[in-house]
């Protein structure tokens, strides 16, 4: 009885939710790993200097250097934020079949990855889907994965 009380004590608190929620990214392993080469950690490195999350500050220029070494290998993650990053940068009519045409490199790459239910490349190949970025836009087939 003693155990469920607690139980409901910490869930009515969210203390359950902070104790057991996995900490997805370590950053100081994902540079580590990006530094040796990692075409998956410079891709998720883009991302979190992209986006400004899992500790590292908001950062166009260092975004845009790690998508590019990500794509430079060939890897999925790193056409997708490049072309994320030239969309946020360039605002010209163009700008979107440029991005569209960078993702689409890499779409083939990002379906067999969420394929093996790589959570990111899930999440990436819905909002491709979604967004029309790289592919026609397919809400049915985004709303899969």
């Known amino acids: 009885m003693a155990v469920a009380s607690l139980s409901c004590r910490m869930i009515a608190t969210g203390?359950?939710?902070r104790n057991t929620t996995p900490k997805l990214v370590d950053p100081v392993q994902l540079v580590a790993?990006?530094?040796?080469?990692?075409?998956?950690a410079q891709g998720l490195l883009s991302q979190g200097y992209r986006?400004?999350?899992?500790?590292?500050?908001?950062d166009p220029m260092n975004a845009a250097r790690w998508a590019t070494l990500?794509?430079?290998?060939g890897h999925p993650f790193g056409f997708y934020?490049?072309?994320l990053l030239d969309l946020a940068i360039d605002r010209e009519t163009n700008a979107f079949a440029?991005?569209?045409?960078?993702a689409k490199e890499?779409?083939?790459?990002?379906r067999g990855l969420a394929r093996t239910g790589d959570m990111f490349a899930q999440k990436y190949l819905a909002d491709m889907l979604h967004l029309g970025i790289g592919s026609k836009p397919s809400q049915?087939?985004?709303?899969?994965w």
């Open 15 to 17: 203390q359950a939710l």
């Open 33 to 40: 790993r990006a530094e040796s080469g990692d075409g998956y």
């Open 51 to 58: 986006r400004g999350i899992w500790g590292f500050p908001k």
């Open 70 to 73: 990500s794509m430079d290998q």
């Open 81 to 83: 934020e490049r072309a």
């Open 98 to 102: 440029r991005a569209s045409g960078l």
């Open 106 to 110: 890499g779409l083939q790459g990002m």
């Open 140 to 144: 049915s087939e985004a709303a899969l």
